[in-house]
């Protein structure tokens, strides 16, 4: 049984490969193909890279795979810039892109990619059950005292939106990107700043709260106005690096 998996997995990596190589072709040509104009900022073409793969103005490729970035807040949009270049997060072509930009070059791209302000597609309906769909809600709204798990509306907002600059919204996001960001967690595969707090709660999900706070936050509608709020209602529950002391994100 486990040796038929590894066969068969062993047998898609190429595919696997020969796809990802074409992505990064198409990116790099999309790039190419402004180098033939006169472009009047070196950022369109960045920019250009990015949205080969991320999806018209960064809203996201159909595929699931892709996240979008489009009116992510800018903070935490630049954290994860930095996260990838740095290597808190793997991602070979990205860390290519990246390698060799500054850390204000990144925030400029981060800012650039906060304001796009593209309406969000409809949610899918999660094909699970009915109980599975509860537990993830009662996760996101309340936690799990028994467990020690946070409500994720603590830090991520009340309308799950994010809060500005730092936390992401967790609607609009795919259940497969959603699944891979928390599988990677509790992996060790996506880190954050220290102290990682999402690796903590990551580490107390079992696999089947995962695959439960995932279909049921992608199943839900992102609000009409989906911007992250501003400030924290109460204090994150526990510390997070990448938020400051005070509800702000620390510098670099
Ligand atoms: C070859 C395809 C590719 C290119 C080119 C690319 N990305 Fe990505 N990017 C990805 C993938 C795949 C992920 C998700 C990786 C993961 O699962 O952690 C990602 C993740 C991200 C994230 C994290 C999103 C989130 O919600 O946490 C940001 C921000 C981002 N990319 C920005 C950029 C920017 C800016 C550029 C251009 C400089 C760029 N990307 C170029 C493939 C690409
Ligand atoms: C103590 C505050 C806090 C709590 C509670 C919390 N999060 Fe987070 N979460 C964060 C921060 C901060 C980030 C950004 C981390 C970084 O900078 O990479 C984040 C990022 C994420 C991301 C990545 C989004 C993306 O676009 O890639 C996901 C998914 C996520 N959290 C899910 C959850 C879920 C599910 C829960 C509840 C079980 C939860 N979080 C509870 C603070 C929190």
């Given at each position: 049984?486990?040796?038929?998996r590894t066969v068969r997995?062993f047998?898609s990596?190429?595919?696997v490969?020969?796809a990802?190589?074409?992505m990064?072709?198409a990116?790099?040509a999309?790039?190419d193909?402004y180098?033939?104009h006169?472009l009047?900022d070196?950022?369109a073409q960045?920019?250009?890279?990015c949205?080969?793969?991320h999806?018209?103005?960064?809203?996201?490729?159909?595929?699931?795979?892709h996240?979008?970035?489009?009116?992510?807040?800018?903070g935490y949009?630049?954290?994860?810039?930095?996260?990838?270049?740095?290597?808190r997060?793997?991602h070979?072509a990205?860390?290519h892109?990246l390698?060799n930009?500054?850390?204000?070059?990144?925030?400029?791209?981060?800012?650039?990619?906060?304001?796009?302000?593209i309406p969000?597609?409809?949610?899918r309906t999660?094909?699970?059950?009915a109980?599975?769909?509860?537990r993830?809600?009662?996760?996101?709204?309340?936690g799990?005292?028994a467990?020690d798990?946070p409500?994720c509306?603590?830090?991520?907002?009340?309308?799950?939106?994010?809060?500005?600059p730092a936390v992401p919204?967790?609607l609009g996001?795919?259940r497969?990107y959603?699944n891979a960001?928390l599988?990677g967690?509790k992996?060790?595969?996506?880190?954050?700043?220290?102290?990682?707090c999402?690796?903590t709660?990551?580490?107390r999900?079992s696999?089947?709260?995962i695959e439960?706070v995932?279909?049921?936050l992608?199943s839900?509608?992102?609000?009409?106005?989906?911007k992250?709020a501003?400030a924290?209602?109460?204090k994150?529950?526990?510390e997070?690096g990448s938020i400051?002391?005070d509800g702000?994100k620390v510098?670099?």
């Amino acid at each position: 049984m486990h040796r038929a998996r590894t066969v068969r997995s062993f047998r898609s990596i190429p595919a696997v490969f020969v796809a990802i190589l074409a992505m990064v072709g198409a990116c790099f040509a999309a790039r190419d193909a402004y180098a033939g104009h006169t472009l009047p900022d070196t950022l369109a073409q960045r920019v250009a890279a990015c949205t080969g793969c991320h999806g018209r103005e960064g809203r996201a490729a159909p595929d699931g795979f892709h996240p979008r970035i489009a009116g992510k807040p800018a903070g935490y949009l630049y954290e994860q810039l930095l996260n990838f270049r740095d290597g808190r997060r793997r991602h070979v072509a990205m860390a290519h892109l990246l390698a060799n930009l500054d850390d204000a070059y990144l925030n400029e791209i981060a800012e650039h990619f906060a304001t796009q302000e593209i309406p969000y597609p409809a949610p899918r309906t999660a094909n699970t059950t009915a109980a599975t769909l509860a537990r993830g809600r009662s996760l996101v709204v309340d936690g799990d005292a028994a467990r020690d798990i946070p409500a994720c509306a603590a830090c991520h907002g009340e309308r799950f939106t994010g809060v500005a600059p730092a936390v992401p919204g967790l609607l609009g996001l795919p259940r497969d990107y959603l699944n891979a960001q928390l599988g990677g967690w509790k992996n060790g595969l996506r880190k954050a700043r220290a102290p990682d707090c999402m690796a903590t709660i990551a580490s107390r999900l079992s696999p089947h709260d995962i695959e439960a706070v995932s279909a049921w936050l992608s199943s839900q509608p992102v609000p009409a106005d989906g911007k992250a709020a501003t400030a924290f209602s109460t204090k994150p529950p526990i510390e997070c690096g990448s938020i400051g002391r005070d509800g702000r994100k620390v510098s670099p």
